[in-house]
């Protein structure tokens, strides 16, 4: 067999191969969708006027607390308010907070579980908009 012979049926083989490989590749549908990229500016909130609401009946016990927040937590169902509580035995513990209708004062129920005062040591609120 000559050199171009040899060299053609090489081509040939390997062109059926690939041809054959073609023809058992399954397809795959993508939908169109969107992407993009953007930037803001994230900014804090002023958290001051925190008060503490002590059981009645157990004074050492904290019920709840509230603070005022600057700028105001929006109505629209978008803020949401987190508090941790950090302790100083077996912590951070974090209570769900409601804001009032005016979104500057935020109240959170801390019974469950129950704070006291003897084991908080520090504050962190978190707040995302």
Known sequence: MSRVAVVGLVVGVSGAIGLAAFAFTASNTVPATTVGAGSGTVSGYT????HYTLNTTTPVNIDSLSFTVAPVIPSTGT???VVSATLSVGGPTSYNCTSNTTGDTVTCATTSPQLTAD?????????AQ
């Not at 958290?47 to 925190?50: G, I, L, R, Y």
């Not at 084991?119 to 707040?127: E, F, I, M, Q, Y």
């Open 47 to 50: 958290v001051s006027s925190v």
């Open 79 to 81: 803020g949401k308010v």
């Open 119 to 127: 084991k908080l040591n520090g504050l962190t609120v978190v707040a």
